[in-house]
């Protein structure tokens, strides 16, 4: 076997058993953040397990998508510069998958919390008064003081439009 056929089998060992490690590590710890978040054992092991297939199809996906190397291989140091810069990409693509599942379930969490905030943030201040008005007649304002509302009507002209009469001075 030449050069690349090694560098090729290496490569494929290292990003595989380096999948598979972080996959358990963010599995087992990654399962008391996710019983917070969705406050259900059933529903967090649920999502976890999601999780780790979507984990390991993305990651094995690029894995072996990335092993070509059109150049050919020379010499062993520069195959362990390939290979070097190959699983670089991969615990890259590893470190982004895992901040972005990190970043995705904290930010449904904080929204979580805050549909269960039992009180408001500001706390009221008092109620304006509801006025009750017979069934057909004008409403009034609750603003304006009783003598001053019967001022404030509009009254009809005989062009067909209405003024409105100012409250009298005081």
Known sequence: MDIKVWMYLIYLVVS??????VA???SRNGQ???EEVFADERLAQA???LLVVGFYLLNLGYVTVAMKHPDPVGSTS???EELSLKVG????VLGALHSFNVFALGRYRRGRLRQLATHPPLAPVGRLPMPSTPHGSPPTSPLLPTGAQAAAQPTSQPGGGSVHN???PR
Do not use: D, E, K
């Not at 595989?16 to 490690?21: A, D, E, M, N």
């Not at 990409?89 to 890259?92: N, P, Q, S």
């Open 16 to 21: 595989i058993g380096l999948t598979i490690w």
């Open 32 to 34: 008391v953040f996710l």
């Open 78 to 80: 520069q195959a362990m």
């Open 24 to 26: 358990r590590a963010l």
């Open 89 to 92: 990409l991969v615990l890259l």
């Open 166 to 168: 100012p409250p009298p």
């Open 47 to 49: 999502v976890n397990s």
